[in-house]
């Protein structure tokens, strides 16, 4: 059987630089695409696998660039990370899809494509389109196995909503499925251990959350789906304060999402407070739960961002926010 420390893949982050890709509300397609590409390549590493990307930062690079890092790399899988865009926007061109090159081989490129859009559909995404054959001129180029990969459409709300939340989940899935074609077990990434210093913070945010919004929370030391829930509800409660909203207080963080308008430097707010709760949540350290958005909770943020392959802003809109909501168990 192979090793995957012999086997190399090359990720391609389609578009960068001057090429947004697709652009829908201000998203662009180019961003997402490198977001995916620097966790896949977390993921396959830690896998075994040595992992090359065409570009690791918003670079501008020609199609026979991309080709080229391919094959000086010597890959043995070649893999374009898109994502869909349809004009004008409609919720009904939604999911993931995969492309081979007209003349690629199906017991190859085609089995791969397959392998991964099933991987992807385990890990939750709108649907599944299928794998065809296309003239993709970067697919043309490739001399190894290759195959363009669509993560959901750019221009679907849905869609992206699945993509902010599940990142680190369809990366996961993308190595499951590079490991399964090449025959390989994959290992199922495990949770940070939990600290007696952690336990103890968690507990501390949790006795925190009850007494301000007196939810009945468990301190439970965990950060789990009940804690989740009860933080989206304060969200909503601070939310319907500070924009004079009428929000029903469900707890669903897509309702949150819709809902929110942002946590800018500088402001001292209770959704400061939240957003110096989550972050203790995850491992960081924001300082004191005072909610004031000062430069210790920024620099805290900004490591969290980058930790979850978002853009080191300081600033949280709905991508961080929801990066920020996922419980550890």
């Known amino acids: 059987m192979e090793s995957a420390r ?6 391609d982050p389609g578009h960068g630089g001057d090429d947004p890709g697709g652009v829908a509300g201000g998203r662009q397609e180019k961003d997402d695409n490198l977001a995916l590409g620097l966790a896949t390549k977390t993921q396959l590493e830690t896998q075994g696998f040595r992992v090359v990307c065409t570009r690791s930062s918003d670079k501008t690079l020609t199609l026979a660039e991309r080709a080229k890092v391919a094959s000086d790399a010597d890959a043995d899988l070649f893999i374009s990370l898109h994502r869909g865009y349809f004009d004008p926007p409609s919720e009904e061109a939604a999911g993931v899809a995969g492309f081979v ?6 017991e190859t490129s085609g ?20 794998v065809s054959r296309g003239n993709h001129p970067i697919l043309r180029r490739a001399e190894m196995p290759a195959i363009l990969l669509e ?13 902010d939340q599940r990142l680190t989940g369809y990366a996961a899935a993308i190595a499951k499925g590079v490991t399964n074609f090449f025959g390989l077990n994959f290992s199922r990434p495990q949770p940070r251990p939990l600290t007696l210093s952690d336990e103890t913070q968690i507990h501390d945010i949790q006795r925190l959350l009850d007494s301000r919004y007196g939810f009945g929370l468990r301190a439970s030391g965990r950060f789990d789906k009940a804690t989740v829930k009860a933080i989206i509800i304060a ?7 500070k924009y004079r909203l009428e929000l029903p207080l469900t707890g669903k963080l897509e309702d949150a ?7 800018q430097p500088g402001e001292q707010s209770g959704l400061a407070s939240l957003l110096q709760s989550l972050l203790i949540l995850s491992g960081y350290e924001p300082g004191e739960v005072d909610g004031g958005f000062g430069p210790r909770t920024a620099s805290a943020l900004r490591m969290f961002q980058r930790d979850r392959y978002l853009k080191p802003s300081g600033r949280v809109g709905p991508k961080t926010l929801a990066a920020l909501l996922q419980p550890t168990y």
Request: glycine share 10%.
């Open 111 to 130: 089995k791969a494509a397959g392998l991964l859009l099933a991987a992807l559909e385990e890990a939750g995404v709108t649907r599944v389109i299928g």
């Open 6 to 11: 012999n086997l190399m893949i090359v990720l």
């Open 235 to 241: 969200l909503q409660i601070e939310m319907n304060g």
């Open 101 to 106: 090159y007209p003349t690629a081989a199906l």
């Open 257 to 263: 999402l819709a809902a929110f308008k942002g946590i």
């Open 151 to 163: 993560v959901g459409f750019v221009s679907s709300q849905a869609d992206n909503q699945l993509f």
